[in-house]
């Protein structure tokens, strides 16, 4: 399931800067907030961006502020909170001023962005992102956007398998949920 290239980019650039710069869990330990938020920022831009340039450490502070509110939308649509995901990302489009406009770069076709006028590296990136979750809100597939379920951890992700039956971030977790059922159930034996 794809919604298209660009906006797929966009959205795993969302997760990636949730996972890598906000504190919670990680596949059952502490996830702090990371020492350096200049490699972490590069990092979650990375997941969908690959060829992404390195983050100073002002840009860095800003991204981890976005990231906060973009892991609000993925909680609330994890909650079945549709519209308090809505207004979150709503909120976003108008602070950052987003609006489409075509770009050719990098030797790339023609592609959409959505940045705002004069605005930072980290403010067009949020302006991205949320246009990004706002097609997928504003799609029949908004239930694809998720907060891991398996015990001690809130790593988020999208969903773009075929079924839209996904629960976890990643193996790792999905690995981690299985062999403590298949342990219960040699207990239960």
Known sequence: MEFNSHTDMIVRVAVGLV?????G????????????LAAAAAEGLRTGYPGHR????????????IAVRLRAVFEAVAAGDIDAAALRVNALLEETRARPL?????GEPWHLHFH????????DWAASCATGLAIVLGGEFR?????CTA?????????????????????ACQNRVK???FRARGRDA
């Open 19 to 23: 996972n890598e710069l906000t504190p």
């Open 25 to 36: 869990e990680r596949r059952g330990r502490p996830f702090p907030s990371p020492p350096d």
């Open 54 to 65: 390195e983050v100073t450490e002002a840009e860095a502070a800003e991204f981890a502020e």
């Open 102 to 106: 075509l770009q050719r770069h990098d």
């Open 116 to 123: 705002g006028p004069g605005g930072t590296v980290a403010g």
């Open 143 to 147: 239930d694809r956007l998720g907060v």
């Open 151 to 171: 015990p001690h951890c809130d790593r988020v992700y999208v969903d773009v398998s075929r079924n839209g039956t996904r629960r976890f971030c990643g193996t």
């Open 179 to 181: 062999t403590a059922a």
